[in-house]
Nanobody, 125 residues
Framework: QLQASGGGSVQAGGSLRLSCAAS???????VGWFRQAPGREREFVAS????????YCATSVKGRFTISRDNAKNMVYLQMASLKPEDTAIYYC?????????????????????WGKGTLVTVSS
């Protein structure tokens, strides 16, 4: 139902764009990006409402990452710039079918209904 792609290896300061393809029930619902570094818990990165009207980024990535979507293509994107070694992680997109807020907010991993397979981002110094 969700498929993340676009990960890779990049040097610090570089950019990557991750894509999340939605299908079926995950189309046109709130989506969040999460990441998990080795030995660490999965953490929230960014979220976007079903219509793309509202977005939210975690403090750690605010000003460097941008979340967006194209519902005509059933795609959600995470544009990452000024990457740092601490951004190295497996990145996941997830859908919340029961999201009822008008604005985007931080999401918790537990309530998410669908998860895509992760895509690895490696940032070298």
């Amino acid at each position: 139902q969700l498929q993340a792609s676009g990960g890779g290896s990049v040097q610090a300061g570089g950019s990557l764009r991750l894509s999340c393809a939605a299908s079926g029930p995950t189309s046109n619902c709130a989506v969040g990006w999460f990441r998990q570094a080795p030995g660490r818990e999965r953490e929230f990165v960014a979220s976007i409402t079903w219509d793309g009207a509202s977005t939210y980024c975690a403090t750690s990535v605010k000003g460097r990452f941008t979340i967006s979507r194209d519902n005509a293509k059933n795609m959600v994107y995470l544009q990452m710039a000024s990457l740092k070694p601490e951004d190295t992680a497996i990145y996941y997109c997830a859908a919340d079918l029961n999201y009822r807020y008008r604005e985007a907010r931080p999401m918790k991993a537990g309530p998410m209904d669908y998860w895509g397979k992760g895509t690895l981002v490696t940032v070298s110094s």
